[in-house]
């Protein structure tokens, strides 16, 4: 019986897990391994707090490529709104992830779909096959498999000092379910990182009863636009072959002539041809210099979301970067410098969180799987550091850079290869190219 172990079970994995069953051959085992036990929610949609929006209409939201009005139609069964234009609570699209996968066991996969609540530290071969060890003791042998981990946790910022804060003064973790426990009701907070990762801990403040100050601070103090209008579906076509300067400047005329948020939506398909394009320089001019304002314009708040945050009274954002940190005896105090100036600022807080956004460095990685993987050679990491190196199909590139028929990658630790490949939408369409050429590597002959 041939068989797939699909490692981490959010989004992609549980997508994957669904496209595997119905494309392999018919005796296909899939074992869906989540540490968290969340099969379908991942980190994303696990979520209870039911102001945590997506920032993707429910139109371009369904889990499955061919049939776009699929979410819109559970929605409807479950007595939701089902406005193609809407926006969600990610609980919401979570149970809806959930779902797909009890609707394809009480279809006739039960034995064959194996949801593993434990963690994989290791995979090794072992002959043809692959064994995988797992945190409790246990060890498992599969055909392939494929790496589906999601975002990885924020890395802290180098030479801050935090290790010498007392406990609870920093979160390092906004995830953490520590992260906002023990915090006083008016008890001023410092968030590292204006992205949507601070919006969404701002929320959840908000949720816990909190009325203190809050300073939001990044090197540039740029905050998600909001999103705005209905969806546009037209496709920009930039000039091909050319520098990212001259196609810049080509998406800018496009954006002074439309709304910009109409700019970004046409250039969206074809985001991951345009960075399969640029060579490794221009790569790496674009993340020095444009990613901050790519992130922003292209990861948007909800228009409910925006209208909250730019009402609310407490929280203020500034652009600066930190200089020191040192604990008082009853809060921390932190000196920082604003962005422009030549003297420092100071602020003292109760606690310092980290919502510097999603881990991208997996040379400064924690997880054990990824640390053995690079450190045994099985994986590399990609030129960029962005993520692992993998080929064109999404196997994974050892040291010597050849790829491994068994093990495959998807979701954001592929971001190196494809660049914007967070969003439902762009990763519904890489799983589903990864899961007909595994399942057809795994049929007979």
Same mark, same amino acid.
């Given at each position: 019986?041939? /068989?797939?172990a699909?490692?981490?079970?959010?989004?992609?994995?549980?997508?994957?897990?669904?496209?595997?069953?119905?494309?392999?051959?018919?005796?296909l085992?899939?074992?869906?391994?989540?540490r968290?036990?969340g099969?379908? !929610?991942?980190?994303a949609?696990?979520?209870?707090?039911?102001?945590?929006?997506?920032n993707?209409?429910?139109?371009n939201?369904?889990?499955?490529?061919?049939?776009?009005?699929?979410?819109?139609d &559970?929605?409807?069964?479950?007595?939701?709104?089902?406005?193609?234009?809407?926006? %969600?609570?990610?609980?919401?699209?979570? +149970?809806? $992830?959930?779902?797909?996968?009890?609707?394809?066991?009480?279809?006739?996969?039960?034995?064959? $779909?194996?949801?593993?609540?434990?963690?994989? =530290?290791?995979?090794?071969?072992?002959?043809?096959?692959?064994?995988?060890?797992?945190?409790?003791?246990?060890?498992?042998?599969?055909?392939?498999?494929?790496?589906?981990?999601?975002?990885?946790?924020?890395?802290?910022?180098?030479?801050?000092?935090?290790?010498?804060?007392?406990?609870?003064?920093?979160?390092?973790?906004?995830w953490?379910?520590?992260?906002?426990?023990?915090?006083?009701?008016?008890?001023?907070?410092?968030?590292?990182?204006?992205?949507?990762?601070?919006?969404?801990?701002?929320?959840?403040?908000?949720?816990?009863g909190?009325?203190?100050?809050?300073?939001?601070?990044?090197?540039?103090?740029?905050?998600?636009?909001?999103?705005?209008?209905?969806?546009?579906?037209?496709?920009?076509?930039?000039p091909?072959? #050319?520098?990212?300067?001259?196609?810049?400047?080509?998406? !800018?005329?496009?954006?002074?002539?439309?709304?910009?948020?109409?700019? =970004?939506? #046409?250039?969206?398909?074809?985001?991951?041809d345009? &960075?399969?394009?640029?060579?490794?320089?221009?790569?790496?001019?674009?993340?020095?210099?444009?990613?901050? &304002?790519?992130?922003?314009h292209?990861?948007?708040?909800?228009?409910? %979301?925006?209208?909250?945050?730019?009402?609310?009274?407490?929280?203020?954002?500034?652009?600066? !970067?930190l200089?020191?940190?040192?604990?008082?005896?009853a809060?921390?105090?932190v000196?920082?410098?604003?962005?422009?100036?030549?003297?420092?600022?100071?602020?003292?807080?109760?606690?310092?969180?980290?919502? /510097?956004?999603? +881990?991208?460095?997996?040379?400064r990685?924690?997880?054990?799987?990824?640390?053995r993987?690079?450190?045994?050679?099985?994986?590399?990491?990609d030129? $960029?550091?962005?993520?692992?190196?993998?080929?064109?199909?999404?196997?994974?590139l050892?040291?010597?850079?050849?790829?491994?028929?068994?093990?495959?990658?998807v979701?954001?630790?592929?971001?190196?290869?494809?660049?914007? =490949?967070?969003?439902?939408?762009?990763i519904?369409?890489?799983?589903?190219?990864?899961?007909?050429?595994?399942?057809?590597? $795994?049929?007979?002959?």
């Amino acid at each position: 019986m041939p /068989s797939v172990a699909v490692v981490g079970a959010g989004f992609s994995g549980a997508l994957l897990a669904l496209h595997l069953l119905k494309l392999g051959p018919a005796d296909l085992q899939v074992s869906l391994i989540d540490r968290a036990g969340g099969f379908g !929610r991942g980190l994303a949609y696990a979520t209870r707090n039911p102001r945590h929006l997506l920032n993707v209409r429910v139109g371009n939201m369904s889990a499955w490529p061919d049939d776009p009005g699929h979410l819109a139609d &559970w929605l409807a069964g479950e007595g939701e709104h089902a406005d193609p234009a809407a926006f %969600i609570s990610r609980e919401t699209y979570g +149970g809806y $992830l959930s779902a797909q996968l009890r609707e394809a066991v009480s279809d006739g996969v039960a034995g064959r $779909l194996l949801l593993e609540h434990d963690q994989v =530290i290791d995979i090794a071969r072992a002959g043809d096959r692959l064994t995988l060890t797992l945190a409790l003791g246990r060890t498992l042998e599969a055909d392939a498999a494929v790496l589906a981990m999601g975002n990885l946790p924020p890395a802290s910022p180098r030479g801050a000092g935090f290790e010498t804060l007392p406990a609870g003064a920093y979160a390092a973790d906004p995830w953490d379910p520590a992260a906002l426990e023990d915090l006083g009701a008016v008890a001023p907070v410092l968030l590292l990182g204006t992205g949507l990762t601070m919006v969404d801990v701002a929320i959840d403040l908000e949720a816990r009863g909190h009325r203190g100050p809050i300073l939001a601070l990044s090197r540039r103090g740029l905050v998600p636009r909001r999103h705005h209008g209905a969806p546009h579906a037209a496709s920009l076509r930039l000039p091909p072959a #050319e520098p990212l300067s001259t196609r810049l400047a080509a998406f !800018r005329w496009r954006a002074a002539a439309v709304d910009w948020r109409v700019a =970004i939506d #046409e250039v969206r398909p074809a985001t991951q041809d345009l &960075w399969r394009e640029a060579g490794e320089a221009e790569r790496r001019r674009f993340l020095r210099h444009l990613r901050p &304002w790519w992130d922003v314009h292209r990861h948007r708040m909800a228009p409910q %979301i925006a209208d909250w945050f730019e009402a609310h009274p407490r929280l203020s954002v500034a652009a600066g !970067r930190l200089r020191s940190i040192a604990a008082e005896p009853a809060l921390v105090r932190v000196d920082w410098r604003p962005r422009g100036s030549a003297t420092d600022a100071t602020v003292r807080v109760a606690r310092i969180i980290n919502c /510097s956004g999603v +881990g991208t460095d997996l040379a400064r990685t924690r997880d054990p799987l990824l640390r053995r993987l690079v450190d045994s050679g099985a994986a590399r990491l990609d030129p $960029l550091g962005l993520g692992l190196d993998v080929d064109a199909k999404g196997r994974v590139l050892d040291a010597d850079g050849q790829a491994d028929p068994a093990l495959w990658a998807v979701g954001p630790l592929t971001r190196g290869a494809l660049w914007d =490949i967070t969003a439902v939408p762009d990763i519904r369409a890489q799983v589903a190219a990864v899961a007909a050429d595994l399942a057809a590597s $795994l049929r007979p002959g």
